[in-house]
């Protein structure tokens, strides 16, 4: 297929103008103009470069791109290695950080509630990133349990274990700054991959606990869905290649 055909389904589907980001979101890096295999990861690494290059993509599509805001801009050091691998084989990056977050079906909140058998029955937070439902577990440690057969990892919980859960909270990856709006939401418990030590705090102060699954961990799945979208719309050869991360 055309990379650009590629760049505007995955734009429009995952509807990136809809979103405020901390990158741009979709074809980052340009590369050739003909795409036949595309690899794709949660992050954007070195490593993921090597692999995807060593099984000849013609693109990478990954959730964790480049460019962030809050970056120094300079390509220098292991900047200038990740552009040159990719320019110098004229390979794409395709990146989608928040729309590939919050779509609702497959977006990394939406595949890790299919994969836990979640609930959905809501959205929360700024541009409706974060998921509201309910699970099976009775208890927040009884969820921590099951998110550590799932995720074959084992999550952080912070506060009340024993709390009985009506209603969970989630958002994948670094979102501990949705917390206080996933308490306010009215949620027994909040799911996220990472946690920050003034979350422990307001975890015991507020008696809604929260578990850290792993930000690598709730991020798997978002691109793994998508690549099996492309491959079935378009027939492309699409794989996931997991460069593991414990954080
Ligand atoms: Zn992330």
Redesign the pocket.
Known sequence: MLRNQLRDHLDQLLEVARFHDYCPNGLQVEGRADVERIVCG??ASQALLDAALAQGADAILV??GWFWKSEDGRVVGHRKRRLATVLGRDVSLFAY?LPL?AHPQLG?NAQLAKLLGWKIDGRFAEQEIGFLGSCDSATAADLASALARALDREPFLAGDGARPLARIAWC???AQDYYEQAIAAGADCYVS?EISEHNVHVARETGVPYIAAG??A??RYGVQALAAHLREKFGVDCRYVDIDNPV
């Open positions: 949660v992050s959730h964790h950080h977050d990394n994948s990856g670094g991959g930000h690598h709730t991020e």
